[in-house]
Nanobody, 118 residues
């Protein structure tokens, strides 16, 4: 089972930074490496949305709303995906989740809460 554990969220003021981590603790290296890894977020009262993704060849795509502020990266040896979040805005407030493609996990992790407020 691919257990995904997100961490690194917290309460920050506008303009602040956070670094999120997603660890696929039970996924072996040979399964982790070929996948495209994604960060999603779910703002209060809204649907989950795709924020960023990084493919096995390390090609990267971002949602327009976070482009230039967020950076996704991966460490295959650690089976970990990161999301560096800079210049945070109140509209970034959400629970952040990770998952992968193809054949994403049907069981989402707990997510990590990011709250941006003064």
């Amino acid at each position: 089972q691919a257990q995904l554990v997100e961490s690194g969220g917290g309460l920050v003021q506008p303009g602040g930074s956070l670094r999120l981590s997603c660890v696929a603790s039970r996924m072996i290296f040979s399964v982790f490496s070929p996948k495209t890894w994604r960060w999603y977020r779910q703002p209060p009262g809204k649907q989950r949305e795709l924020v960023a993704q990084i493919a096995s060849d390390r090609s990267i795509n971002y949602a327009d709303s976070v482009k230039g502020r967020f950076t996704i990266s991966r460490d295959n040896s650690k089976k970990t995906v990161y999301l560096q979040m800079n210049n945070l805005k109140p509209e970034d407030t959400a629970v952040y989740y990770c998952n992968y493609f193809p054949n994403p996990s049907d069981s989402w992790g707990q997510g990590t809460q990011v709250t941006v407020s003064s």
